[in-house]
């Protein structure tokens, strides 16, 4: 499915809102454009209407006296009523002359030996006028002042109505956009919460982000601006053109052919902005990305004195972001109201000439009601396709952003299910699992072991040799490509991820915590998990001894990450978090390796509480601390090369034993 397509279904989910929007746009724009017509009329009938035949009438009623005679129009009289020639008054220059009989074409007026003399071509006419003086012209003038006002007072009314429906049709269209992006952003972080581990392997955080609130912030914008300038032009172009076809039929078919030229423009446009639109939107998330590694990195950045290092690789991708962007301007520049005002320009050299030649034939006369309403129709024709041209720079950001969006959400997934899990034992069997982070390039090899319920098996190697790998595959953070692994006898392939991970539980090496207080990151706001049963944790792990001096104990605020804690504090969190939650199978992923000597009794007897009546697995680089475990594995390059407990080991003399030789003479080096 095309973006088009799939921007167009969000806004489906809201089209009611949009709807009732488009159609107070509609009023909008019927009112507004209903005031050249008005204007037409004020200036035809009733400014320039007193040009129009005078007849002689015996009526008082609603006739102008003159002389003693009284007039009317001839508009306002039937034919039969029109008992004598026709009179007529004049404007030249910025005088009125009253003209007592018929005249036989309309033309350029002048007044030569106080005659009135009209000339159209080779054609000449004379006429005696009388000045009217400025109280004559005002009586003629009188009976069109309650019509002026009544059609301006409709004017001020419809200008009234197009500014409260025009203020209501953006309220209600933000509303809907706002909306949109809302549903949108809250569709990708859930589909951040679908994705598999595997995904942000090769996406830096830094690039989530930017597509999570760049790139929607983008989409947004189509939404309020780009689409609402573009349904409004869409709505005033057809109306101005309807009005066109009311007043010239033969004109406003020329003045189609602007149609198709604004649509090849918009063609030509979109062809080279997509390219550049793809390449910023790409630097923007590069940026991103780079800051977010930077600040995370700080430490080591300042630490080994890094700063130009990184501040040149930044540049660079700046520089280049810097580059795209100015030939996106130059594109903009050449293609936005530049190019509308030398269409609008020749609009205008095009309605001198259509005008200009048809007030040269008797039979088809202008009036100037027309050619103003004619030239305020043209001038705001050009105003949506100015807005129309000036937002494509914008649309186009919004499409490659909602393509990049979309290509989020398109990656496969699994929903997450809330299924009651019934609570399982923790018998862990590996049955010849094989496993490659990439294709044919196997980091597990064959792993075969069992760990029943209740027992602590750890796993001890060189860096690389696979035990962070048989936890991934443990938790199904990755699937196995040979073999199975079991859980009470059942595939956990056959297992959602969500109900196999319900009864497990992992410490880390280096603990997260989130923003919020210490008790929140203990049952991470789950509602299943009481207060007292969250202090009953962190008591039992013995964290109230070192979190006692908190001048807010187990309410005290975490900032990101935990910064203010130390590291034995942020270690004995994640230790009661682990016990509150009550797992059937535990990961203790090298809990102990960044505490100090005097924390680490506190740790070690916590850990004693956690794996009471659970299957734990311990990663362990100190294998003084594993000497209890009920069965340790040695890997070596993917394999287990040895297995047993600590003294089986010992006693076969093998890569355990030598491991453990090595520690044992690095301590008591530091001991001398």
């Known amino acids: 499915m095309n973006i088009g397509k799939r921007l167009f279904q969000y806004a489906l989910y809201y ?141 001020f009314f419809f200008l009234v109505i197009a500014t409260a429906f025009q203020y209501g049709q953006r309220f209600y269209l933000q509303v809907a956009s706002n909306r949109i992006i809302q549903r949108m952003r809250e569709d990708v972080f859930g589909q951040i919460q679908r994705l598999p581990i595997s995904y942000f392997d090769h996406l830096p955080a830094g690039k989530v982000v930017a597509r999570i609130t760049n790139d929607t912030e983008a989409i947004r914008e189509l939404y309020v601006t780009v689409l609402a300038t573009f349904f409004s032009s869409i709505i005033y172009i057809t109306g101005i053109f309807i009005a066109l076809f009311i007043l010239d039929a033969k004109l406003a078919l020329i003045t189609l052919v602007i149609v198709p030229i604004l649509i090849v423009w918009m063609i030509v446009y979109r062809k080279y902005a997509s390219k550049y639109n793809h390449v910023i939107r790409t630097r923007v998330s590069d940026i991103n990305g780079m800051i977010n590694e930077s600040i995370q990195g700080m430490t080591i950045i300042q630490a080994f004195h890094r700063q130009k290092e990184t501040m040149e ?190 009864h497990m539980a992992i410490v880390l090496q280096d603990p997260f915590l989130f923003t919020g207080t210490v008790a929140s990151n203990v049952s991470l706001q789950d509602k299943t998990i009481t207060r007292e049963q969250l202090e009953k944790a962190l008591k039992e792990v013995g964290a109230e001894e070192l979190l006692k001096h908190l001048p807010k104990g187990f309410d005290e605020p975490v900032i990101e990450k935990g910064s203010t804690l130390s590291s ?38 916590a850990l004693e509480v956690l794996k009471k009546g659970r299957t734990t697995f311990i990663i362990a680089h100190r294998l003084s601390t594993i000497q209890n475990a009920d069965q340790i594995l040695v890997l070596d390059k993917g394999q287990i090369a040895e297995r047993g407990h600590h003294d089986e080991l010992m006693k076969l003399r093998g890569k355990y034993y030598q491991m453990y030789q090595i520690q044992k003479g690095q301590s008591d080096s530091y001991a001398v």
């Not at 320039?48 to 009284?70: D, F, H, M, R, S």
């Not at 914008?394 to 809330?418: S, T, W, Y």
């Not at 090298?590 to 009794?601: H, L, P, R, S, V």
Request: aromatic share 12%.
């Open 15 to 155: 089209k009611k809102i949009i709807i009732f929007a488009l159609c107070m746009l509609t009023v909008a724009v019927v009112a507004d454009l209903a005031g050249p017509f008005i204007a037409k009329k004020l200036i035809d009938d009733h400014i320039l209407g007193i040009e129009q035949p005078w007849y002689e009438t015996n009526e008082e009623n609603g006739a102008v006296l003159y002389k003693g005679q009284w007039y009317e129009r001839a508009d306002r009289i039937e034919e039969d009523e029109k008992q004598s020639d026709a009179s007529h008054i004049l404007l030249v220059g910025r005088r009125y002359y009253f003209i007592d009989e018929n005249i036989a074409f309309d033309g350029e007026r002048t007044i030569k030996n106080e005659q009135l003399v009209i000339t159209r071509g080779d054609e000449t006419a004379r006429y005696n006028g009388q000045l009217l003086s400025a109280d004559e012209l005002f009586s003629f003038y009188e009976p069109e002042i309650k019509p002026i006002i009544k059609l301006m007072a409709i004017y």
């Open 313 to 502: 690789e930044f540049k660079t991708l700046n520089d280049e972001h810097f580059t795209y962007q100015n030939k996106l301007l130059n594109l903009n520049s050449l293609t936005s109201h530049n190019l509308v005002n030398v269409f609008r320009n020749l609009s205008f050299v095009m309605l001198i000439w259509y005008f200009g030649g048809a007030s040269l034939r008797a039979d088809t006369i202008i009036s100037l009601g027309v050619l103003y309403a004619f030239v305020d129709y043209l001038n705001r024709l050009f105003q949506p396709i100015t807005g129309m041209v000036n937002q494509l720079a914008q649309l186009e950001q919004a499409r490659v952003a909602a393509e990049r969006v979309f290509e989020l959400l398109d990656e496969q997934g699994e929903d997450v299910k809330e299924d009651a899990v019934a609570f399982y034992n923790g018998n862990v069997t590996f049955e010849h699992v094989s496993f490659g982070y990439k294709e044919n390039e196997y980091v597990l090899k064959d792993i075969d072991f069992e760990a029943k319920q209740g027992e602590t098996v750890a796993l001890v190697g060189h860096t690389g040799s696979g035990k962070s790998s048989i936890i991934n595959l443990l938790f199904r953070f990755y699937d196995v490509n040979r073999g199975r692994i079991l859980i009470d006898g059942v595939d956990v392939m056959t297992m959602s991820k969500q109900q196999l991970r319900k």
């Open 568 to 605: 034995g504090q942020r270690q004995l969190i994640s230790f009661a978090r682990a016990l509150a939650f009550n797992p059937s199978i535990l990961v203790l992923d090298e809990a102990t390796a960044n505490i100090d000597t005097e924390t680490e009794a506190i740790i070690q007897d």
